[in-house]
DNA sequence: TACACTAATTATAACGATTATAATGTAAGA
DNA sequence: TCTTACATTATAATCGTTATAATTAGTGTA
């Protein structure tokens, strides 16, 4: 499983032009395998073993690289730094008012919600929903028509 | 009605035993008239004038005493420098999955989340509907004695 | 294969938001 | 008034991230 997101990972990659560098190989798969949310120094330390030259600003443009191809999404929690997680299917839906229309919506983490509400309620939290409401493109169109 | 925010909150202040200082006071002030979500730096810059010998640092230090009264919450966006946001009446729920009950939870700004399902799916986005799930302390209280 | 061109990596410096420190000022209680 | 604790100020330090310049490596072409 892991290895079909690694490999779609490096097609998408591969059909925009980017290379396929070690040190981009290695990073996707360290993220893919990662269970947690690293951050960029998480993901530099566990491979300057494997690669001992490698500049962290190699992980940040990669990681820039990674977001811009939508494979790789960042997390801005409380904390000091910047979050990573790999993009899988959990989404949320957006819903169109007019026509009834969903369309997922891939985003990550919104476990600090989660952690917030059951800090501040005393609940275990076990899991949440959210849904964005809105008007499609289509029926927008078709309401500048009308006007 | 921000006149009643802004007596609550200095109650609030004045219950946990904090100082209510000039500075204090405009920073309250600022960011309760404020309609946007206001960086440490806006903060400093719009009472400059007011103040000015007033310190980065206190900005931040009652921004951190207001975030702990509960008062204001930091809103960390992908942006490079965190947003501050009084606390309305704004809210979501917590909703226990054994016994339904349903508790208010504060929770400022997923704005992002709108953003960006409006710019990824090309909807004008209108509102959202977030909920919590979960097991309240007492349901979970009852289970641990069954056990 | 050799060459040229472009992209990627590296090393390091720079930047900017935030925090820590030390000194000074200010309010409240004995 | 004196003392003590808290606030503010000014400034230095920290740390995550980005920019820069030099070097390296990959890709296409003759």
Do not use: W
């Amino acid at each position: 499983m892991s290895e079909v997101h690694l490999k779609d990972a490096l097609e998408t990659l591969k059909s925009t032009g980017v290379r396929i560098t070690p040190q981009r190989h290695a990073i996707l798969e360290f993220m893919i395998h990662s269970t947690t949310h690293p951050t960029a120094d998480d993901i530099y330390r566990a491979l300057e073993r494997t690669f001992p030259n490698m500049s962290v600003a190699t992980v940040y443009n990669n990681l820039r690289v990674f977001k811009s191809a939508g494979l790789v999404k960042e997390l801005t929690y409380g904390d000091s730094s910047s979050r990573f997680d790999f993009v899988t299917n959990d989404h949320y839906h957006v819903i169109c008012n007019d026509c009834g229309k969903i369309v997922d919506f891939h985003y990550p983490g919104l476990d600090e919600v989660e952690h917030l509400a059951s800090h501040v309620t005393g609940f275990q939290v076990d899991y949440h929903r959210l849904e964005i409401y809105g008007t499609c493109q289509q029926c927008l169109g078709k309401t500048a028509q009308a006007q």
